[in-house]
């Protein structure tokens, strides 16, 4: 994550109120905590040494600030409409916009509903695959998930989500987010 994406995302964290500086741990570091488990799939322990914090501590923050980038799901993960900015590609290819039309205005002959339905499911589960291969290569706790409870593992996709739409809405001009 650039550095100016971590600064804008403690601020906003900060600013929600969701972060705040505490007795031994500062936002940033609260933020730089949370981002090294799921950026770097990194368990507690090794994230207790290298930040010098108990584990109880590492555990406390890693959930609170789990849940404040959860707050940040309704601004970062909507569903689309008229007014919504999407990508040229997507808006203007008709299998995909409005959500992934499922009117047949290609050529193909379909010889029942039921092969029209497996193709369109096929499309979407490929597209399903590519996004969640995206995500993997950001987030590697998305491979290699630590034994969190259900819900939290839950949180955590969504909060990869988050994080990832953030950093494409205002950084999305990184080098990095290319890849």
Excluded at 79 to 101: A, K, V
Aim: hydrophobic share 35%.
């Amino acid at each position: 994550m650039p550095a100016q994406a971590f600064i804008g995302l403690r601020d906003l964290l900060a600013d929600r109120g969701v972060l705040r500086d505490t007795r031994y741990m500062p936002p940033a570091e609260q933020l730089a905590v949370f981002l090294r488990v799921i950026a770097q799939a990194d368990n507690y322990r090794s994230v207790c040494e290298f930040f010098q914090h108990s584990l109880e501590t590492i555990s406390r923050n890693f959930r609170q600030v789990l849940q404040g980038v959860f707050t940040l799901k309704d601004d970062f993960v909507v569903l689309s409409d008229s007014t919504t900015p999407c990508h040229p590609h997507i808006r203007n290819n008709l299998h995909f916009y409005p959500y992934f039309n499922f009117h047949n205005r290609s050529q193909r002959r379909y010889e029942s509903p039921q092969e029209l339905y497996n193709h369109r499911h096929a499309q979407l589960r490929n597209i399903v695959e590519r996004t969640f291969d995206i995500l993997k290569k950001w987030f590697k706790v998305l491979t290699d998930m630590k034994p969190f409870s259900f819900n939290i593992q839950e949180d955590i996709v969504l909060a990869c989500c988050i994080l990832h739409n953030y950093i494409g809405r205002y950084h999305g001009h990184d080098t990095y987010f290319s890849i």
